[in-house]
């Protein structure tokens, strides 16, 4: 079955941690988003990739960072410098036809410890 | 102001009724609209996809996109226990950059 795995589904920081949360999709599709999940706000845009050791920083990109260096791997590192972790965090991903929808995996809920 | 709009609820009523979602948005260069269903602690589920104004219809799910107005809908006919969750609109012009609605959490009473 194709889809989009997200991992660990539950993840705990302590201060001063970097983290990090696993993307993995078997769709074939070239872009790949990372979203941030707080109630009542909706998704925001964190980073996304449309090729391989590409990418480009989303409306809330401070304290994160990501590599793609695999086309079906995409890993969003939550630092340290990140003040405000807690949410539920989506990844997502897409062709890269501007008539295409995204795809999300089931997401990682993080929480400071 | 944000760029997509959409009442959080929650929204209750009782099973079989007809249910009415509902976002604005300011942005004329949307030209794709999305609604994703979303359960709790699950990630957003794509239910209807529609370009440009017009209806789409999928069983129960009818979409409505009145671009003149900014102004698009879900409709849920004959809503069951089973529809309780957070409906998502989200929209996009050229390329890939989906700007979401808040989400309205809907609770459908058996």
């Known amino acids: 079955d194709g889809g989009i795995t997200q991992s660990p589904k539950y993840l705990f920081r302590k201060e001063g941690q970097n983290v990090t949360l696993s993307c993995e999709q078997n769709l074939n599709h070239d872009a790949m988003y990372w979203y941030r999940q707080d109630p009542g706000q909706g998704l925001r845009l964190i980073y996304y990739?449309?090729?391989?050791?590409?990418?480009q920083k989303g409306d809330i990109a401070e304290g994160y960072s990501v590599s793609r260096e695999k086309k079906e791997s995409f890993p969003l590192t939550v630092t340290s410098a990140q003040k405000n972790p807690t949410a539920f965090y989506l990844c997502?991903?897409?062709?890269?036809?501007?008539?295409?929808?995204?795809?999300f995996g089931d997401g990682t809920r993080l929480s400071i410890l | 102001q944000k760029e997509v709009e959409q009442d959080p609820g929650p929204l209750s009523v009782p099973e079989g009724a007809i249910v009415s979602l509902n976002c604005t948005y300011s942005?004329?260069?949307?030209?794709?609209f999305m609604w994703y269903r979303q359960y709790s602690r699950k990630g957003p589920e794509l239910l209807m996809y529609?370009?440009?104004?017009g209806n789409k219809e999928d069983g129960r799910f009818t979409a409505q996109v009145d671009k003149s107005s900014k102004y698009i809908s879900l409709f849920i006919r004959d809503s069951q226990p089973s529809d309780s969750a957070t409906y998502l609109c989200?929209?996009?012009?050229?390329?890939?950059?989906?700007?979401f609605g808040a989400g309205t959490i809907l609770r459908v009473k058996s």
């Open positions: 997502a991903s897409s062709t890269l036809d501007s008539n295409q929808p995204q795809h």
């Open positions: 989200a929209m996009s012009g050229q390329g890939n950059k989906l700007v």
């Open positions: 990739s449309q090729i391989v050791n590409d990418f």
């Open positions: 942005n004329s260069a949307f030209q794709y």
């Open positions: 529609t370009y440009s104004s």
